[in-house]
């Protein structure tokens, strides 16, 4: 079974930067071909929202909001990602979701979810 784990949380004032870690486990004979892998942040009280994705290994996109200030890259390992935050605002606490999206040996699309990681943007 495919799971996330996620690492690199933590409290940063204004204007810092934190790394978040994705790395997928049990893929070996699970995953047929990757879709897409990324990040995605819930403010408090709000919805889930897309921060960051990769897809089909190459194409990377961001949010408006962090469109200069973040980065998402693949790691050294095979399926995991890399979120760099810069330039950390308030407005980007909240808790940080890996998500994986990938066809399995039936051809059928599969997505997970990490268990999440704090970021809290504080003075």
């Known amino acids: 079974q495919v799971q996330l784990l996620e690492s690199g949380g933590g409290f940063v004032q204004p204007g810092g930067s934190l790394s978040l870690s994705c790395a997928a486990s049990g893929t070996s004979g699970s995953v047929f071909s990757t879709t897409a892998m990324g990040w995605y942040h819930q403010a408090p009280g709000k919805d889930r929202e897309l921060v960051a994705v990769?897809?089909?290994?190459?194409?990377?996109k961001y949010a408006d909001s962090v469109e200069g200030r973040f980065t998402i890259s693949r790691g050294d390992a095979e399926n995991t990602i890399v979120l760099q935050m810069n330039a950390l605002k308030s407005e980007d606490t909240g808790v940080y979701y890996c998500?994986?999206?990938?066809?399995?040996?039936?051809?059928?699309?599969?997505?997970?979810w990490g268990q999440g990681t704090l970021v809290t943007v504080s003075s």
């Open positions: 990769i897809v089909s290994r190459t194409i990377r």
């Open positions: 998500n994986f999206k990938y066809y399995d040996n039936g051809r059928e699309l599969v997505e997970v």
